[in-house]
């Protein structure tokens, strides 16, 4: 069983960039949900995706945009990067219908971006 | 919406001792609880978690936490520390919002076991 992997583990950009981040997810998972975990802090929810469309989103601007792909991977796009979207993201796989009353998320190591 | 509070931000043990970290929530008529673990430099680990039923919840290496609807708490808690323990732990709650679940989380704890 394959488990959920991004990529790449680190970057650097600087100020008014954009940055792509990828994630593979866990082998028969068809949700994705992405998180940005700042320093010291918990993660925080970016927005989740299902049947390759968002179906759901935190409190994060419009800069902020994703894609899932048929084979149920995904990407997260930053646009205009800003010092403080330095974190770590981080992207977590699920079943749909276990996440409907609490299944488990499943992460992967996460993209540690550093805007300068 | 959904909020999770974890009291301490930092708690140091030693080892073989026993230890609790505590966690509370907001109210909600439906909540799912759980505890991750992430070790230094990896992403998160599922420990443990409440969805129904019993309000003792026993997870992965040794943990157990305890629902507690009246105080709204889910404290943590492990009789016997290992230094294997180290790590940050947090504290989440399921937030049914629409047609989905938003898994919110926790500042975290970190859990330092000293030998």
């Known amino acids: 069983e394959t488990g959920v992997t991004q990529s790449p583990t680190h970057l650097i950009k600087t100020r008014g960039q954009q940055v792509t981040l990828r994630c593979s997810s866990q082998?028969?998972?068809?949700?994705v949900s992405w998180y940005q975990q700042a320093l010291g802090q918990g993660p925080q929810f970016i927005f989740q995706?299902?049947?390759?469309?968002?179906?759901g989103r935190g409190n994060f601007p419009p800069r902020f945009s994703g894609l899932q792909f048929p084979n149920y991977s995904s990407e997260l796009n930053v646009n205009a990067l800003e010092l403080d979207d330095s974190a770590l993201y981080l992207c977590?796989?699920?079943?749909?219908?276990?996440?409907f009353g609490g299944g488990e998320l499943f992460f992967g190591e996460g993209s540690r971006l550093t805007v300068l | 919406a959904q909020s999770v509070t974890q009291l301490d931000s930092q708690v140091p043990v030693f080892e073989e001792a026993p230890v609790e970290l505590r966690c509370n929530y907001s109210?909600?008529?439906?909540?799912?609880l759980f505890w991750y673990v992430q070790y230094p430099n990896q992403g998160l680990q599922l420990l443990l978690k409440?969805?129904?039923?019993?309000?003792l919840v026993k997870g992965i290496n040794g943990f157990e936490a305890e629902f507690n609807k009246s105080q709204t708490s889910f404290h943590l808690r492990k009789p016997s520390v290992h230094i294997s323990d180290t790590a940050e732990y947090f504290c989440?709650?399921?937030?049914?919002?629409?047609?989905?679940?938003?898994?919110?989380f926790g500042p975290g704890t970190s859990l330092s076991v000293i030998p």
């Open positions: 409440y969805l129904s039923g019993s309000t």
């Open positions: 977590a796989s699920s079943a749909i219908g276990t996440t």
């Open positions: 995706y299902y049947r390759e469309e968002e179906n």
């Open positions: 109210s909600s008529v439906s909540v799912y």
């Open positions: 989440a709650v399921s937030d049914r919002v629409a047609s989905y679940d938003k898994v919110i």
């Open positions: 082998s028969g998972h068809n949700t």
